[in-house]
């Protein structure tokens, strides 16, 4: 079934996003009719975007100037084309899959390389296997105009390498369990558990931080199968990413049983499979011999290496001297300041006879009187300036988590298990209670401060706030 919002004219391709829809913007969205597949729609030659009367052409010209070429299709023509993105978004997702996971987040997350890039270097250069043989490709092809991009050509490449039989490469279904090969009946349904094969594999302690945080203990086991007990940020970044999957409400597969046991040979088998292995074992130390200058090569790549790290390290050093003459520096500005402050005190004492107005009751008034996103600007820039360079993973934690409850409310805002934040919980009093401005922060954001818990005052969230909180919070990280 296809329903047509009668007010925005929005298409819905089953009834609990129709429901969802109504349910967030109110009653008057709540008004839909059945279309079928041959219901025109028109699409924008130069920016895909679609309309579903053709009045709406015209106006939208006007206001967009690229939007100049519009071709007429129909409802089905959608289908198909929201089929194909999907199936593109897989067929990237199986080769992201089809690499070294860890040194894919090595390269892409510590190292910074983008995360295609990342992963063409890890797929061109697996027969070394090195994160150095990686960052050496990506040196040698910075310059390359579609470096960063898995194009269709190259995503063709890679499957038609998979299929051949070379056993080069992987591909994987990126949330599958196991290898795509021969379907079998899926019966898995929402609600069902995770199988014991995956649950054992679960790190217990992890998996409970992720439920305390709001999450479905099989979503959360799923996470943290699939990021190989990583760290609890990994889980809930997957989370985060994976949130829109058709699969994320279905357990995950029972893993495949370890192939059987081969079995063995005979005398005249044994004696042939030995013959083999000296020969190749011959070859091998001629292939040894041809790389010796080779392995010399490598090692004073090496010693270079290892003189780069030393003189990082003393880099590094100096910074950190550099930084404790900072601190040194601030601590007498700040000493100076304060005496400074007493003589004014002093001074305004003996011309006024009374002590002058608390200045952070001045700070705390002014700061009242202003909008609630300048209030959230100001207590976020508070947990910058105070906590980035002295305890910057921390503040990084404390920002992620920030972030998880505002984006959790601003997608459920109807949701109370979202506008509630218990003060005894192990992840609150860790990431939140000890980061001065973050109780404040939430304040701004609605959430009132009860005997037990931080309750969200208002019955429908500010959507608008939120989304600027949000785009506050990411920029802070993107600066730590």
């Known amino acids: 079934m296809i329903l047509k919002c009668g007010k925005t004219g929005r298409l819905f391709f089953s009834t609990a996003d129709a429901e969802e829809h109504a349910e967030a913007f109110g009653k008057e969205y709540a008004n839909f009719e059945e279309v079928s597949q041959d219901t025109k729609v028109w699409v924008c030659v130069e920016t895909g975007r679609q309309v579903y009367a053709e009045s709406e052409i015209a106006r939208i010209k006007a206001r967009d100037p690229d939007s100049k070429t519009w071709e007429e299709k129909n409802v089905a023509y959608l289908i198909q084309l929201q089929k194909k993105k999907e199936e593109a978004g897989r067929r990237k997702d199986r080769f992201f899959a089809s690499v070294n996971q860890k040194k894919l987040e090595n390269l892409s997350m510590l190292k910074g390389h983008n995360r295609s890039r990342a992963a063409k270097a890890l797929h061109f250069t697996k027969d070394v296997g090195t994160i150095e043989a990686a960052e050496k490709w990506i040196d040698e092809h910075s310059g390359d105009a579609d470096v960063d991009k898995l194009t269709e050509e190259f995503l063709d490449s890679v499957a038609s390498v998979a ?34 094969e995956i649950k054992e594999k679960v790190n217990q302690e992890l998996l409970k931080q992720v439920v305390e945080m709001g999450f479905e203990e099989m979503k959360a086991e799923k996470a943290l199968y699939k990021t190989d007990n990583a760290s609890l940020m990994h889980a809930v970044n997957w989370l985060g990413d994976h949130e829109k999957d058709a699969d994320i409400d279905l357990p995950l597969k029972k893993p495949p049983p370890p192939p059987p046991e081969k079995p063995k040979m005979s005398k005249e088998e044994a004696e042939a499979k030995a013959r083999e292995l000296q020969e190749k074992i011959k070859l091998k130390r001629m292939q040894d011999e041809k790389l010796s200058e080779k392995e010399k ?94 305890n910057p993973e921390g503040l990084k934690v404390c920002l992620s988590t920030l972030k998880l409850y505002i984006k959790n409310l601003a997608d459920n805002p109807q949701d109370p298990k979202f506008k509630k934040l218990k003060l005894d919980n192990k992840a609150f009093q860790s990431r939140i209670a000890p980061y001065e401005g973050a109780v404040e922060f939430l304040d701004v954001m609605g959430f009132e401060k009860k005997a037990d818990c931080l309750e969200q005052r208002k019955s429908i969230p500010d959507g608008w706030l939120a989304g600027n909180a949000l785009k506050f919070i990411d920029l802070i990280l993107g600066q730590i």
């Open 163 to 196: 299929g051949s039989g070379s056993g080069d490469v992987v591909m994987a279904d990126a949330d599958a369990d196991v290898v795509m090969a021969d379907a079998e009946p899926d019966d898995r349904k929402p609600g069902d558990p995770n199988p014991p």
């Open 297 to 390: 090569e490598r090692m004073r790549v090496e010693s270079t290496k290892m003189m780069a790290e030393a003189k990082q390290r003393q880099t590094e050093e100096d910074a950190k001297r550099a930084i404790e003459e900072r601190n040194r520096e601030k601590e007498e500005h700040e000493k100076h300041k304060a005496e400074l402050k007493e003589r004014l005190r002093q001074d305004y004492i003996e011309r006024f006879g009374c002590e002058p107005p608390d200045e952070k009751e001045s700070e705390e008034k002014a700061l009242k009187e202003k909008s609630s996103k300048d209030q959230v600007a100001h207590w976020l820039s508070k947990l910058k300036k105070t906590y980035k360079d002295d």
